[in-house]
């Protein structure tokens, strides 16, 4: 069993930054991907970026150049730096985790990016 845990997610005004954290717990695999996704009210949740254990890093053109997801093994957290904010980026954040056939997903934190 895994659990994931979000937080730094807040109220931040157009063309500021936010670093989300991913907080993991349980058993990680050696092989593995994680991502951070995101759902805006009245939207389906869509993709943001991937990371894989080989270290591939992929994002969405909506959110390329932008936003940089990293990990630190050491303090098992993924996290999403999130730079020049738009009010589109304005949703709420998960993070998940595939291992093993398995998808787990922490409970979503807030960014609000308004002026």
């Known amino acids: 069993q895994v659990q994931l845990v979000e937080s730094g997610g807040e109220l931040v005004q157009p063309g500021g930054s936010l670093r989300l954290s991913c907080a993991t717990s349980?058993?990680?695999?050696?092989?593995?991907?994680m991502g951070w996704y995101r759902q805006a009210p009245g939207k389906q949740r869509e993709w943001v970026a991937t990371?894989?254990?080989?270290?591939?890093?992929n994002y969405a053109d909506s959110v390329k150049g932008r936003f940089t997801i990293s990990r630190d093994k050491a303090k098992n957290t993924m996290y999403l730096r999130m730079n020049s904010l738009k009010p589109e980026d304005t949703a709420v954040y998960y993070c998940?985790?595939?291992?093993?056939?398995?998808?787990?997903w922490g409970q979503g934190t807030q960014v609000t990016v308004s002026s």
């Open positions: 998940n985790i595939d291992q093993y056939g398995l998808r787990y």
């Open positions: 349980g058993r990680i695999s050696m092989i593995y991907t």
């Open positions: 990371l894989t254990s080989g270290g591939r890093k």
